[in-house]
């Protein structure tokens, strides 16, 4: 099946037509949680339709076209060419490109760090100082209308600019996994990342002719709730297949602080589904075994381990999947084709285009550039970790 293409079209809806430039610019600074009656009336009129917001609470990927003015493309393309060609970015060595194995940074994917990106002594920082005037308002902005206000506090985002060179590109991965997955290493922040975004600075793009897509990987049925994390915190790691024809799926989610039978404090986990019906706590329905996690639970074949070992029943086992397969040669394969399950949504890096998406739900790879390099400004809006002061299967007391 050809993937769908998505050319200056929001998937859900276009932002708002007659939102001013200026609804986005920076507001007085209010404290973590607190609006002001401006603010409040700012979020009200909201910076886009519902649809945005819902398509992110879905899991599925939000694309706004002309997100920013031209000159404001012009000026951060400039800045970030010139930056790149004064030493500024560094290469990760993440980006694939070719298969002679050899390290060309010429073709790596570079990034200007937070930290350069900070330097205001460094390339145009009017320029990124409006920039991120513009972003602290789309956070805010973000956090009132995703129902989650204490999210994505002042200081709480990741910003770089990002160069891919001719020929790179990004295999499939997600952006965050819960904390548990990590090992102790998951619980060491305070943060984590929470929301994807990327806004594009190319000029005349053309992606059948340059390549450089963002691929996305979306659930082809609907969930019956919001994805991602719960109010708790705790964060979703697969889903439940819907059981009849035109019904929805289910987010799973891990409580990584779950007192099974051992007690409180056991350091135990439990894979649960929401159920206001249920009368449990919480309103979860509890769907596993209680188990101690470890990072090898996302290695190959972490899946039929879940499936064969842990859930309470064959029924739940069968519908089980994770978000996303641990990495092999053969899920390579398989997870570059569109699948029963899933369908393939590609959005072209068009100059000022928008796109926002869960950042533990929603799988995504960057397709190959071709002659021209790939010019983008990305990062992730962070929200708060779950408190571990009594996590004792990492020593936390």
């Given at each position: 099946?050809?993937?769908?293409?998505?050319?200056?079209?929001?998937?859900?809806?276009?932002?708002?037509?007659?939102?001013?430039?200026?609804?986005?610019?920076?507001?007085?600074?209010q404290s973590r949680g607190q609006t002001s009656n401006s603010q409040h009336k700012l979020y009200a009129e909201k910076l886009f339709s519902q649809g945005v917001y819902d398509t992110i609470g879905e899991g599925r990927i939000a694309v706004i076209p002309n997100f920013l003015p031209q000159?404001?493309?012009i000026k951060l393309r400039n800045d970030a060419t010139n930056l790149h060609q004064g030493s500024k970015f560094s290469t990760d060595?993440?980006?694939?490109?070719?298969?002679?194995?050899?390290?060309?940074?010429?073709?790596?994917?570079?990034?200007?760090?937070?930290?350069?990106?900070k330097d205001q002594g460094s390339g145009d920082w009017t320029i990124r100082e409006r920039f991120g005037n513009r972003m602290k308002n789309l956070r805010e902005d973000l956090a009132y209308n995703l129902d989650s206000v204490n999210k994505y506090g002042a200081g709480s985002?990741?910003?770089?600019?990002?160069?891919?060179?001719?020929?790179?590109?990004?295999?499939?991965?997600?952006?965050?996994?819960?904390?548990?997955l990590k090992g102790k290493a998951g619980w060491s922040k305070p943060?984590?990342?929470?929301?994807?975004?990327?806004?594009?600075?190319?000029?005349?793009?053309?992606?059948?002719?340059?390549?450089?897509?963002?691929?996305?990987?979306?659930?082809?049925?609907?969930?019956v709730s919001k994805t991602g994390a719960r109010g708790s915190g705790d964060l979703q790691i697969g889903w439940l297949k819907a059981t009849t024809a035109g019904g929805r799926e289910e987010p799973v989610f891990m409580d990584a602080q779950h007192s099974g039978t051992d007690g409180a404090n056991s350091g135990l986990c439990a894979l649960y589904i929401e159920d206001p019906t249920s009368?449990?706590?919480?309103?979860?329905?509890?769907?596993?075994?209680?188990?101690?996690?470890?990072?090898?639970?996302?290695?190959?074949?972490?899946e039929l381990l879940v499936q064969n070992t842990l859930m309470n029943s064959k029924d739940l086992a069968q519908r089980f999947r994770l978000i996303e397969q641990p990495k092999s040669a053969v899920t390579d394969f398989l997870q570059s084709q569109e699948s029963i399950e899933e369908r393939i949504l590609d959005v072209e890096p068009t100059g000022g285009t928008l796109v926002l998406f869960d950042s533990v739900t929603l799988p995504h790879a960057v397709l190959p550039t071709t002659t021209r390099e790939?010019?983008?400004?990305?990062?992730?809006?962070?929200?708060?970790?779950?408190?571990?002061?009594?996590?004792?299967?990492?020593?936390?007391?």
């Open positions: 099946m050809t993937p769908q293409r998505i050319l200056l079209v929001s998937l859900a809806c276009s932002i708002l037509s007659s939102q001013p430039v200026n609804a986005f610019l920076s507001s007085p600074s000159e404001d493309i060595a993440l980006a694939s490109y070719g298969s002679s194995g050899k390290f060309d940074p010429s073709k790596d994917r570079a990034v200007l760090k937070l930290q350069q990106w985002t990741e910003i770089s600019y990002t160069r891919f060179g001719p020929g790179a590109f990004l295999k499939r991965h997600v952006d965050e996994h819960h904390e548990e943060t984590r990342r929470s929301m994807s975004w990327l806004i594009y600075l190319n000029d005349d793009w053309d992606a059948n002719q340059h390549g450089g897509c963002l691929r996305c990987f979306e659930r082809k049925t609907l969930p009368g449990a706590e919480g309103g979860r329905q509890y769907i596993s075994k209680s188990f101690h996690s470890h990072p090898t639970l996302y290695i190959g074949g972490s790939r010019w983008a400004t990305s990062g992730w809006m962070h929200e708060d970790q779950q408190p571990v002061e009594t996590h004792p299967h990492f020593g936390m007391s």
